[in-house]
């Protein structure tokens, strides 16, 4: 332990932390191909290693930005590229790497990381917190009968991915980074998306659907062969839109589609709506729903004052922060805002809570209930109901 080493990887040691991360998950040592295309996503500054003293532990993140309630934008790190050697597991390498990463982002003024989690059970001891929840939404081609009165839509234009691959960035801005969670995507984030892509699929296309005012949404997908007695199943990558005709006109062409049997459209919002489009709204099955990221306060200060709040009496919460000990303290939050207070707690929750609270996706309430908030003032919760909620399911959409 004494001879264990957390530092900045050196660029010469970020193809072997790739290729450890990927054996982390199971899988091959990449190419020189791929690793061309994902090389860029290693900052000089944000690339970690765990040396003992060879490498044993790695973990990564990009800068990005997220939308908070009420509209803001957040400096955001985009973790992910975690993994740990075999036979190093569970001896405190993830531990160290959260601990650098961590203190590290905190020094930068950076204040929300984000992650997907491979494993539930992982993240929250570093004060992470299930964030966003998504829908696989499944739809059977053959009882999918469009209602009359659903809009008409626009022009959908086909692209195949070399020509498609270079709009995708303006597509995403233009459609789908303005809703609460929402991420910017930065440059160096796309490489890597068209290489998963063309590794994942022989043929990937792009639909884009053009309204009265341009663009206005797209749907990037590939088609499964069935057998030789069935259609195959289109999978959805991403079925982004900026409004309801655009949403109608993009399930309008997938519906075009031939040789299709099933429509499939992973990690979905909880409140779209699907299933209203059709007849027979058994069309639309929800297979599974599922935590989609993780979010980790870095900074609670600048973090609860940057969202809005609903109209409710102010709550004091007592949050508690063992990896960033600069988090610890009261906030006040109410209709006005939120600042740090000498006053009496409300509540008391660890900053992991805090995460799940403070988009909206789960209430004050129904975590109180759980065990996950201390209650100190009866009257609280439902306070902190309000106060957090939000009006649509929050929902971020980017996986990295």
């Known amino acids: 332990m004494s001879d264990r080493t ?41 690339s970690w290693g765990v040396f003992e003293p060879d490498l044993i532990g790695t973990a990564r993140s990009f800068a990005s930005e ?39 982002l905190a020094d930068q003024g950076v204040a929300l990381a984000l ?3 491979s494993e539930g ?18 739809v059977k081609k053959h009882r999918a009968q469009l209602r009359p009165d659903v809009p008409a839509g626009g022009e959908v234009t086909v692209l195949g991915i070399d020509e498609a691959a270079p709009r995708w960035p303006e ?32 043929l990937v296309q792009t639909a884009v659907h053009t309204g009265q005012d341009g663009v206005d949404g ?11 007695h069935d259609n195959g199943k289109l999978q959805a990558v991403e079925f982004s839109y900026a409004n309801p005709a655009a949403f109608a006109g993009l399930w309008r062409f997938l519906l075009s589609v031939d040789l299709v049997e099933e429509i499939v459209l992973g990690m979905r919002p909880l ?15 929800t297979e599974s729903t599922e935590d989609e990221s993780w ?20 709550v004091v919460l007592e949050v508690s922060d063992r990896s960033l000990p600069a988090n610890e303290g009261r906030y006040r939050v109410g209709p006005d805002g939120a600042s740090r207070t000498d006053a009496e707690p409300a509540l008391r929750l660890s900053v992991d809570t805090l995460a799940m609270l403070y988009f909206g996706t789960f209430r004050a309430s129904a975590l109180a209930g759980t065990g996950r908030i201390e209650v100190l003032d009866p009257a609280a919760p439902e306070s902190a109901d309000v106060l957090f909620g939000t009006r649509e399911s929050v929902w971020c959409g980017t996986f990295f």
């Open 218 to 228: 797209y749907v990037i997908y590939h088609v499964e062969e069935g057998s030789a």
């Open 66 to 104: 997220m939308v908070v309630p009420g509209g803001a934008r957040l400096p955001l790190a985009a973790v992910t590229g975690v993994g740990v050697r075999a036979g190093r597991t569970r001896r405190g390498v993830l531990s160290s790497l959260q601990a650098a990463q961590l203190g590290d």
């Open 6 to 46: 957390v530092r900045i990887l050196r660029p010469d040691e970020q193809r072997a932390a790739w290729d450890l991360f990927r054996a982390a998950l199971h899988v091959q040592p990449g190419t020189d191909e791929e690793w061309e295309r994902v090389s860029a996503a290693y900052s000089a500054e944000r």
């Open 115 to 117: 992650l997907h989690a």
């Open 121 to 138: 059970s992982i993240y929250g001891r570093y004060g992470y917190g299930v964030t966003t929840l998504a829908n696989q939404v499944v």
């Open 295 to 314: 979010l980790r306060l870095v900074d609670v200060p600048a973090a609860l004052a940057a969202r809005t709040y609903g109209p409710a009496e102010p």
């Open 271 to 285: 409140d779209e709506p699907h299933a209203l489009l059709f007849t027979d709204p058994r069309a639309a099955k």
């Open 171 to 202: 597509l995403y801005a233009a459609t789908a980074t303005s809703h609460v969670a929402a991420m910017t995507r930065p440059e160096i984030y796309w490489p890597g998306f068209e290489g998963h892509l063309r590794r994942r699929a022989k």
